[in-house]
């Protein structure tokens, strides 16, 4: 039961109510010190913790959450929406295993309320249980239809599973409720090839022009009519509106983007790895590379074959670098995080997590009998690839074509540091093209460096019913197509800046 005391700071508007609906409008100072005063005259009451650690979450200040969310379990151990926080709290910081056992204890609370279920989702779907997720959303946007953000969670669920057209129908629901959610109209746009007959550029225009935009409405509006504008071939609007989305991404990241370049430095100062001291017992597989390099696709060759499991993108290498630990406590530990989060004991195991070409050196010491598979893409073509793409702050380098050249520039001399450090039994470098242009052969190659058995299968890849939670969710359930080689001369003119400075490290034969 939640200890609710009668407190003086009721009769000034300080409650609860008033904190949650403060958090509501995004208003989190309000909430905050809302909650601050209510921590002091109820300070047995666990929603007011729940709220603190949710409104510290939002801020980044984890330690904090982390604090108020176990607080708040302490006090009303049948409150989902505190194990909820705790497990979020638990995931940012790197506890995968922590996090899903704290997940799965406030999925066993009876009646979870639409709130609850919707927020204990979005925990699953940071964990790779989609399907789960899915039930969820599912139950959050059938408690209460008249919430439009329910329907879009259920919708990108759905996009990553490959129910198109049902995330299609969801996406309009939610407009339907809200015609401004910027988000609705992004992810619609990405559900299907628009054509010049049907599409949603007028009606996402119009909504540009309003008034009382917030500018990350604007940018996701910005990305979803650039994306409509191409598939209809309308380069120079797509063009222009990728600019001015990007740059208005780019003023609220542009920090970051320093310490992107200073982790490829880094990285390129480990010396020749030794393996000799690694856990030996998994042989997973690590299929890394820049975005829109062709990952997914491969994950996706990998999995027809059918000895392996597909784990997504865990980000495990990375918190687990986090603790100073040797190469051997650091195999351990991923594969003890792997089999209890994301596959069965002893599965072989697929990470598809791109941040991975940092970590080639670490993962070969840690994991000797790891398989590393980096991928390679017509720079040109990578370019505009990531220029396109939103990511929701993440590779900060994106939104600015002069950093997207130095970047890809910094990948090429990081790719070819692993060449020469890491033995070739436990690297293969594969390029996007040579995929295109022989899917059996290069998948072939693929199959016979991972040592796994051949089945023709692997040449049907968009028939996986893999979830993918990337950028190309949409584009890897369709057979293979060459219509992305070369689309970078679309934009020629306005790339020119970006092929200049590629220019001063690539040969002219590869930027053609």
């Known amino acids: 039961m939640i200890h609710s005391p009668t407190n003086p700071s009721h009769l000034r508007g300080f409650s609860v109510e008033a904190a949650q609906a403060a958090l509501e409008r995004g208003d989190l100072e309000a909430a905050e010190r809302i909650c601050v005063s209510l921590s002091k005259t109820a300070s047995q009451d666990a929603r007011v913790w729940t709220l603190l650690a949710e409104t510290a979450a939002v801020r980044g200040r984890l330690d904090a959450a982390m604090v108020c969310a176990n607080r708040a379990v302490a006090l009303d151990p049948n409150n989902p929406l505190a194990h909820i926080l705790q497990a979020k709290c638990l995931f940012l910081v790197g506890e995968a295993e922590q996090a899903l056992m704290a997940a ?67 996406c309009a629901a939610a407009l339907a409720l809200d015609p401004r959610y910027a988000l609705a109209h992004y992810i619609r746009s990405d559900l299907r090839l628009q054509t010049a007959e049907r599409n949603h550029i007028e009606e996402i225009e119009a909504l540009l022009a309003g008034p009382g935009l917030h500018w990350e409405s604007a940018v996701l509006l910005r ?168 990511f929701h702050g993440q590779f900060a380098f994106s939104y600015d074509l002069e950093a997207i050249a130095d970047y890809i520039l910094a990948y090429r001399r990081l790719l070819a540091h692993w060449q020469k450090t890491l033995p070739k039994e436990a690297l293969l470098v594969v390029d996007y093209e040579d995929i295109v242009r022989d899917l059996e052969g290069q998948s072939r190659r693929i199959i016979d460096f991972l040592e ?12 996986s019913r893999v979830p993918s939670a990337t950028a190309s969710a949409v584009q890897v359930r369709r057979p293979l197509y060459d219509s992305s080689l070369g689309r970078w001369h679309r934009h020629a003119e306005r790339l020119a800046p970006v092929r200049a400075r590629l220019a001063e490290d690539f040969a002219e034969e590869e930027l053609r």
């Not at 959303?137 to 259920?154: C, T």
């Not at 195999?331 to 072989?348: H, I």
Request: charged share 25%; with cysteine; aromatic share 8%.
């Open 452 to 463: 796994l058995p051949w089945r023709d299968a692997a040449l049907q890849f968009h028939a």
């Open 104 to 170: 799965r204890r406030a999925q066993k609370i009876p009646e979870l309320s639409a709130r609850a279920a919707d927020a204990l989702g979005a925990v699953f779907g940071f964990l790779a249980h989609h399907q789960e997720a899915l039930k969820l959303f599912s139950r959050a946007a059938a408690l209460q239809p008249h919430i439009a953000q329910y329907k879009i969670n259920l919708a990108a669920t759905l996009r990553m599973l490959g129910a198109f057209d049902e995330a299609e129908t969801e």
């Open 223 to 390: 990305y979803a009519l650039g994306k409509q504008y191409e598939d209809i071939g309308d380069d120079a609007r797509a063009f222009e509106h990728v600019f001015e989305g990007a740059e208005l991404q780019r003023a609220h990241v542009s920090g970051a983007i320093t310490a992107e370049f200073a982790e490829i430095e880094r990285a390129l100062s480990v010396a020749s790895p030794t393996a000799r001291d690694g856990y030996t017992e998994p042989a997973p597989i690590f299929v890394a590379g820049l975005p829109r390099s062709g990952t997914t696709l491969v994950e996706r060759i990998i999995g027809g074959v059918g000895e392996t499991t597909a784990v997504g993108e865990t980000e495990c290498i990375a918190a687990l670098t986090r603790s100073a630990v040797t190469p051997l406590e650091l195999g351990r530990r991923y594969a003890s995080r792997v089999y209890a989060v994301y596959a069965e004991k002893n599965a072989r195991t697929v990470d598809k997590t791109l941040h991975n070409y940092l970590y080639c050196g670490l993962i070969h010491a840690a994991l000797p009998r790891a398989k590393m598979i980096l991928l390679r893409r017509h720079p040109l073509d990578t370019a505009w690839a990531l220029y396109k793409a939103h």
